[in-house]
Every structure is written in C-alpha cells, then in structure tokens.
C-alpha cells in the first residue's frame, strides 16, 4: 500500500536577500530632512539592511567598513562629490539616491562610468517651487508686493495701484516660461487654472511637445519681448550661463516683471539692475549670484525689486516629500534592482 504523505517536509525557501543602505550627508541636513518615520520605514523592510542611523563619514576611517558594505547610498544637499577615490571605498555601491534635486554637485562623471544607478527628489522638490513660482506671478501681476510699498509709504492716503503701472491684473496677459524643466512644466500645468496665454522657450522641445503641453514655443528674445511675465525655470549650465543677456532683459515690454527661481547665473545682473533703474520693469528673484548679495550689490538698491532668501524650494515641512521619496526609491531597488524614477546620463546634462 502506497501512502501519499508529504515525508519531506516543507518546500525550501530562499531568505530574502537584503541591500545595505547608508547616508551620506552632513549631520545637520540628515537631521533636518529625515526623520525617525524614515528610518523606521527603512528598518521594517525585509529587503533593506540599514548600516547606521546615522551618516556615514565617506572619508575617515571609523566608517571603512560600512563602506565596503554599502550597496545603496542616499545622499543630500552638502554630500561629498563622489569621486574615483570615495567610490573605490565603496566596491559594492550599485546606487544612488539623491534626497534633493540637482544632482550635479554630488554625482561625479565616475559614478555614470562605474554604471552606478541613480535616482533624485527633483520631481518632489519641483512642487514648492512651481508653487511659489505661481504665486509670485499672481502677486506680480496685480502689483501686490508694490503695493504693499506704496501703502506703507502713503501713511493714510488711497494708494493708485492702475496709475503707477502699465499692466495691472492677471486677466488676459502672457506668461513666459523659460525651460521645459520639471518645474517648467509644473508652472505651466498650475497656469492653466488662470486666464492667461502661456509661452515657452526651449531649444530642446519641438512644435509637438509644446502642442502637448498647450504652450507657444517661441525663441528666448522673442518671448522676452511678447511676454507680461517672465518666468525662469532653466538649468545652470554652460550653455545656459548669461542667457538673459542685455539684448533679451531690453526687449521687455515696459510694465514687465521677471521672476527667476532657477538660478541667479541665468541673468546678466548688470544689465538686470540698468533696466530697473529705468523704473519700467519690475523683478522678484528668489536667487541671485552669488546667492547671498553683497552690501553694495546694486539689486539691492534698485527700484521695483523684491529678492528673497532662496525659499522656493522644499522648506520645512516640504521636506517630508523629499524623504518620503528618498525612502520609496530605496525600497524599489532593494526590492527590483532598479528605480522608480532612474536619472539617465543622456537626462543628467540638460539637468540643474
């Protein structure tokens, strides 16, 4: 008689493999960005070994051998450039997650050449910009911040906001938007909520991308000229360095305001200044070079200026998206092998 119970017990099961994280970042900004939600998330994940609840010193010897453990490093503003020396400390490093955006001041050309994945919080850092670039626009167009200038100074008196300027109110006008970035689109996305025409300057969208994203694509002088607000939302890079020259800040409408929450670069600020002190363009710059303006910086001192402390971008609270998304991009990979998101080098140089 042939019995028919299982006398091999169960069937075998592989352990789940885990990936070693560590961070990379100065204190101060590990502090401020993740909190202990994060690091918990990370702990529970079968797939995830956390090498420290803390930051790793890519450079020191107390480290050394978390080091040569990390397979998944996740990264911040302030991180150390992560150069042929620092990754040859880091043999089994197969990713990077960057919890901020730009990833230019952290990713060194050798990472792309070891095949080092790489992924970024660009996407969540673009809301608060978009955001507060909208708003500035709004404030702008209804000549809000002068107004509050003007109402202060008239101590008591009725403030004629339609007089003191030529364009007054958002109904009707034209908003350019210097670069298709994440922001550049998120801008244009929340614009549309608004009844004004959008246009757009980027030398790297064509007609049937600006068709899908219902914009005018016009060149960069062109744009500067047609448009009632200027909003920059390009990269820093070679070739954009300047690319609001004399030529393009002149060819502004009078009563046209620029606002620039990319990057202070993108401006020829001495022209910049020469055309606010002819009084007939206004500018809110959330960034300027350097960021943070000498005493004597003529931006300072010029009429119709409103400059603010580079707050665009994730700002307190904010911060919880950039580490909500650091974490769920760690987990993927340690999960698949690959990003949510990945960064592509080809992406990486058109990007801030």
Known sequence: MT???NTMGPPHIDAVRTVAVGFAMPGPTFGRVFAAADLAALHAASTVRLLADRPLD???AADAAHLAEVEVLVTGWGSPVLDAGRLDRMPRLRAVVHSAGSIRPVVDDEVWRRGIAVASSATANAVPVAEFSVAMIVLAAKRALAGADLLRAADGHAVDIEGTWPIVGMHGITVGVVGASRVGRAVIERLRGYDVRVVLADPHIDAADAARLGVERMALADLCAASDIVSLHAPLLPSTAGMLDRAAIDAMRPGATLVNTARGGLVDQEALADRLDRGDLAAI???????VL????RLRATPNTFITP???GSQGNELRRLAGNAVRETLAFSATGSFAEPIAFERSVLQA
């Open 294 to 297: 000498p005493s004597g910086a």
């Open 310 to 312: 580079h707050i665009a």
């Open 3 to 5: 019995s028919n119970i």
């Open 58 to 60: 890519l450079d020191g």
């Open 285 to 291: 710059l959330d960034v300027t070079e350097p960021e």
